[in-house]
């Protein structure tokens, strides 16, 4: 029997897989989840039962939450990352540390064979096979969602005909919770004008009352949290615990695909939104106009090879060392104010802000150049204008 590494969920499609790769096709299957931040030790002990059930000769739960961040999400903040100006590309980036880790178990244990539950219409396909290629091209991959053109019920009549009868009735909503955010889908992102209910999303408004909350970047990175300082998992998932309690962070994100089409997802993400918003406040004090400028560049295509599946480019560690170099004076602290639906950045206090210089403030009694100055300084600064406005005037 050959050995078989599949990515496994617990879900419909990669529990079909299981059972029809095992039992049909003779494979050792070998299920393996990565938990970036989505699983509880509750969840990861049923998956495992349900794997073991379906034929998987092992199982393995591979925690990369703190790889998640330092590979990743760590760049995320850096780079402001929104895609679109909305998203914090919540799922999209955990599948890159999700595929590669799983690539990585499938040479450990000397598999030739990998399999996934994509399907051939979203863009999972394309970052699975493409990480997979790129690092194992000796490794075959196998989707036999996507081969077979297999329908959902079709997957559960085969899993009940084998004694596999669990309950697969469809939720409503579709959730994809992780370190980064949560994803919510249902039949209203499959439209272009219905918005996501309020039930539809995980997190409920239990807090109404504003609450103020300091948050503490250490070179671009979140340290501390009210002056409490832990690691910046930690710390995301303490502010997500707090900020969630307010409905903050949900948004519906319309963008393009991989393959081209273009797709709606809800999404839930009090803590990225915070944190990427506290952050750049921060850098508009801490940073050069150029900086800001060509960090915004660097982010946005940052961002998008991420989503696209690109992460192994090597062009990706260029920009990653760009981003990182930037943070060297990205230190202070940003006061935020939470309310129902919403938060408000206040202000914030650090030794590297450029408003403390004493040449002077903006708009009032300037103390590093006299009058003359200012007025030889405009007089050139105008000679593009005039010479254009000149030789065009008849223009």
């Known amino acids: ?73 760590k760049y995320l903040i850096f780079g402001n990352v929104l895609r679109n100006n909305t998203y914090p590309l919540s799922v999209s980036a955990e599948r890159i540390v999700q595929a590669i880790e799983i690539v990585n178990h499938a040479k450990k244990i000397g598999a030739k064979y990998i399999a996934h539950g994509s399907t051939g219409a979203g863009n999972d396909q394309v970052r699975f096979d493409m990480i997979f290629q790129i690092l194992a091209p000796e490794i075959k991959i196998i989707t036999p969602i996507r081969d077979k053109k297999l329908a959902r019920e079709e997957e559960i009549n085969y899993l009940q005909q084998n004694g596999i009868d669990y309950s697969w009735e469809k939720a409503k909503y579709s959730v994809n919770r992780g370190l980064w955010g949560t994803s919510v889908g249902g039949e209203e992102t499959l439209t272009s004008h219905l918005s996501l209910p309020e039930s539809a999303y995980p997190s409920q408004l239990e807090k109404e009352i504003p609450k103020e909350i300091k948050l503490t970047f250490n070179k671009g990175e979140l340290v501390a949290l009210d002056g409490e300082q832990d690691t910046p998992v930690a710390n995301i998932e303490k502010l997500s615990a707090i900020a969630s309690k307010y409905a903050i962070g949900r948004d519906i994100h319309v963008g393009d695909t991989i393959i081209g089409i273009k797709g709606r997802v809800g999404f839930e993400a009090a803590a990225p939104l915070i944190i990427i918003k506290a ?117």
């Open 279 to 395: 952050h750049h406040l921060l850098e508009k004090h801490t940073l050069s106009k150029w900086q800001q400028y060509q960090k915004e560049q660097m982010g946005n295509f940052y961002g998008m090879l991420l989503h696209e599946g690109n992460y192994l480019d090597e062009v990706m560690r260029n920009i990653e060392a760009f981003l990182t170099d930037t943070q060297k004076h990205v230190s202070g602290d940003v006061f935020v104010t939470l309310h129902p639906y919403r938060f408000e950045l206040n202000g914030i206090s650090s030794k590297h802000d450029l408003m403390n210089a004493s040449f002077g403030s903006y708009g009032e009694m300037n103390k590093g150049w006299t009058a003359d100055e200012a007025k030889g300084f405009i007089k050139i600064l105008s000679n593009p204008g005039k010479i254009s406005n000149h030789v065009n005037q008849d223009s």
């Open 1 to 73: 029997m050959e050995k078989l590494v599949i990515a496994y969920s617990g879900g419909l499609d990669t529990s079909y897989c299981a059972k029809y790769l095992s039992q049909e096709e003779g494979f050792e299957v070998h299920a393996v989840s990565v938990n970036t931040g989505g699983f509880s030790k509750t969840e990861i002990a049923e998956i495992e039962e349900k794997a073991i059930a379906l034929g998987a000769t092992t199982y393995t739960s591979i925690d990369a939450v703190s790889t998640f961040y330092d590979k990743v999400v």
